[in-house]
């Protein structure tokens, strides 16, 4: 169910390379990598979900309200994470190029199956 999700994202996405659901502790649940992808999407994964803490934390101190989506654009890649719950969250990697909107879209709409199973 995890993997089905994660491929649409990426294959409907222009430029989707990979996707992984994470945990805010750095463990994958699942992860998928397009056609022949070398990008280790774990790694990436992992250094982000310490960012994400601390995004977490700021925008509870700031009285913003829960942080649901952050996008980060580098030079040869950009992630589009979208925050599930208190344990979880999902990301997709765009080359450059690719379709960002299109990856928030099919990200935000297939986070409740993800949240669905998660339980």
């Known amino acids: 169910m995890f993997r089905e999700v994660l491929q649409q994202v990426v294959e409907g996405t222009e430029g989707g390379v990979a996707a992984i659901l994470m945990g ?5 649940v699942e992860q998928y990598l397009a056609g022949d992808g070398t990008l280790n999407v ?3 994964g992992m250094e982000f979900s310490v960012v994400l803490s601390q995004i977490r934390k700021a925008a ?4 913003a309200g829960a942080a649901r989506e952050v996008t980060i ?3 040869n ?5 979208r925050l599930l719950n208190d344990e979880y969250f999902v990301a997709v990697t765009v080359a450059p190029g690719g379709n960002t909107g299109k990856a928030r879209y099919l990200l935000r709409t297939g986070s409740g199956k993800l949240v669905d199973a998660l339980g």
């Open 24 to 28: 805010y502790d750095g463990i994958p």
């Open 42 to 44: 774990e790694s990436v």
């Open 60 to 63: 509870e101190m700031l009285e």
């Open 73 to 75: 654009a580098a030079e």
């Open 77 to 81: 890649m950009t992630t589009v994470i």
